[in-house]
């Protein structure tokens, strides 16, 4: 029985589509007398079931080797498109984790959209994610990749602008959408021109060609950055970070996906093409200081938001910027540790900010404050989220970045620099965050604020308890380092990092010093945070000018020269036809002459080489 389930661990992610059709009885117009809550339920369900199929698989397989099974999908002309389904631990760990938070995120939504009107396609937009997600762990093609990619984008457009009679969601949705396409685009141009050059697709078969390969350094350069610019968009890395904040303007129970699994699928596959990558030293630079700014710049962007989900956004931008520096540095394993840990902790912290929003209706941090008597369960879970995200032993985040930081020691230690630096300013950064809702002196929007009810909190304390016993679950599948290759060096100074962040957060957002809220003592370099770096003007200014630009001069040359030269064609006939009806006088004598004139014409034309070898000579 349980060597069935693991041979058939690619059902997992139908089992989402099943739910996903399920609901379509419920869409508006077709079934309307039970309400749209039995779509939900579903759903729900059918998660569950993937859930404990995977999670019974992850057992048997664990500590076993890599299996694959292969469905053709088109086998013609020399060209073999084949879905090769890859079945290892890692691989089936990563569909235990997309379908656990799936479970709860779903179970969250019960509360948060309890009135909600589009609560079927909501579901049903779960499921297409969680399908996306489960497809794209098991996905050994680096084609197929790129096909789920594009769902998993299709899907955030759709659950981004779920609310579309708001211009805000719509604009939200379409701005997340045209981003996330500009990577994908330059990432589909490295899939085609890969193919040619090591004749697969398949992830295992890249390594191995990769391990022998002898690429012209311009060719791999290409190739590479051409590879890691999807990541980019998927992982919102400077400058397609934008996007991300975008889509804060879709439901929070999807945020809790999109924030902790969703925008892990681009560091997933940057995972997957490190033997590629590494090809050409050029790149794997430019992915460590692609991760290195995103990781300083957005925390430092993310200390200035006054809007709770903004301020979380960019802190999942960070996250993926140390994925990326450890892609760069050829640390796999620790990449995968720091997404694992990440999605658990960011997740708990979406939930615990969610519950805020749900009972306050607001997302404005000045607005908010002196809640921690008041909502003990989303506090608590904010304080375990926030620690668990940090370098605070013994929580899993810690034992991440202890693993990257321990491999940068010896080669690079600047990187270790900055990432003590990035670590002190994510842990100012949620204490900050910590101190405007929760303490402080209660504000007029929190003067009334009790917990929220059981759908909502139970899904936030059993992911705070799991979140809490993340190290032991780690310890007993082998993942923590032991005693003898533990750098106690890095560890202690990862540790004070984080107490120096907590401790100054604390002192400005905690204590009464300072007067909230609280402004840089430059005005200037508040803005250059508030506003992004200006990226969005920059943009209006370079790209969005440019693409106008170059819009209305291809305008004008169609409606001027392309559609003036048809125009004169069509005029030029028009003149000709109601010039020669003049010429129909219905007498034959004139129609016998035009012909003899036109033969005569013809003849001389034809004559004409002929004719003008002949000298002529003229008497005088």
Not at 262 to 271: K, M, N, R, S
């Amino acid at each position: 029985m349980v060597k069935l389930l693991v041979d058939t661990i690619w059902l997992v992610p139908c089992y989402a589509l099943i739910g996903a059709i399920l609901t379509i009885p419920w869409s508006p117009g077709i079934m309307s007398r039970t309400g749209p809550r039995p779509a939900g339920y579903l759903n729900l369900l059918m998660t569950l079931l993937g859930l404990v199929h995977s999670a019974i698989a992850l057992q048997a397989i664990w500590n076993q080797p890599a299996q694959e099974i292969t469905f053709t999908w088109l086998r013609a002309a020399g060209l073999d498109l084949s879905f090769p389904v890859e079945i290892s631990p890692v691989n089936v760990a990563a569909i235990v984790l997309v379908t656990a938070l799936n479970v709860l995120a779903q179970t969250y939504a019960i509360g948060y959209m309890e009135m909600d009107w589009g609560w079927a396609r909501f579901y049903a937009l779960l499921a297409l994610f969680e399908a996306g997600m489960c497809a794209l762990a098991l996905c050994n093609s680096l084609f197929f990749s790129y096909v789920i990619l594009e769902i998993l984008t299709l899907g955030t457009y759709l659950l981004v602008g779920l609310w579309f009679s708001q211009p805000l969601v719509v604009t939200g949705a379409r701005d997340a959408f045209l981003t996330k396409r500009v990577g994908d685009l330059i990432l589909l141009m490295g899939v085609l021109a890969l193919l040619p050059i090591a004749g697969t697709w398949n992830y295992t078969e890249l390594g191995q060609w990769a391990q022998t390969a002898n690429l012209d350094p311009k060719v791999a350069t290409l190739l590479g950055l051409a590879l890691i610019a999807g990541p980019m968009g998927k992982c919102a890395q400077f400058p397609l970070h934008l996007w991300l904040d975008e889509a804060m303007e879709g439901p929070l129970p999807s945020t809790i996906l999109r924030n902790s699994v969703v925008v892990a699928t681009g560091a997933w596959v940057l995972i997957k093409l490190q033997p590629v990558i590494a090809l050409s030293p050029f790149v794997l630079s430019a992915t460590v200081f692609i991760g290195a700014v995103t990781a300083v710049g957005a925390s430092l962007i993310a200390i200035a938001q006054i809007d709770i989900k903004r301020a979380l956004s960019y802190s999942v931008s960070v996250y993926m910027g140390l994925v990326f520096i450890a892609v760069g540095t050829g640390q796999e394993d620790a990449a995968l540790l720091l997404v694992l840990t990440h999605a658990i902790a960011m997740a708990l912290l979406v939930m615990s900010i969610g519950a805020i929003i749900w009972n306050n209706t607001t997302q404005d941090l000045t607005q908010l404050g002196g809640l921690w008597s008041r909502r003990p369960i989303s506090g608590l879970a904010f304080l375990v989220g926030s620690l668990g995200l940090i370098a605070f032993p013994p929580l899993g985040s810690f034992w991440a970045l202890l693993k990257l930081a321990s491999g940068l020691w010896d080669t690079q230690p600047w990187l270790v620099g900055l990432l003590l630096v990035v670590n002190a300013l994510t842990a100012l950064s949620l204490t900050r965050v910590f101190g405007l809702i929760f303490g402080g002196k209660p504000q007029q929007m929190t003067v009334r604020s009790p917990e929220v009810f059981w759908p909502m909190a139970l899904p936030m304390i059993v992911l705070l308890g799991f979140t809490l016993h993340l190290p032991l679950v780690l310890q007993s599948l082998s993942l923590l380092p032991s005693w003898a290759t533990f750098n106690k060096d890095v560890a202690l100074l990862l540790i004070w990092s984080s107490i120096f962040g907590c401790s100054l957060g604390g002192i400005i957002y905690l204590g009464g010093m300072w007067k909230k809220p609280v402004q840089l003592p430059w005005k200037p370099l508040q803005d250059l945070f508030a506003y992004d770096f200006y990226t969005a003007k920059i943009y209006r200014i370079t790209i969005v000018f440019g693409i106008g630009l170059i819009s209305n001069i291809i305008s004008l040359f169609d409606r001027y020269l392309v559609d003036g030269l048809v125009n004169f064609v069509g005029l030029a006939s028009l003149f000709s036809g109601q010039s020669l009806k003049y010429s129909t006088t219905g007498q034959s004598q004139s129609y016998a002459l035009t012909i003899v004139l036109g033969v005569i014409f013809l003849g001389l034309l034809l004559a004409w080489p002929i004719l003008s070898e002949f000298p002529l000579v003229i008497n005088p």
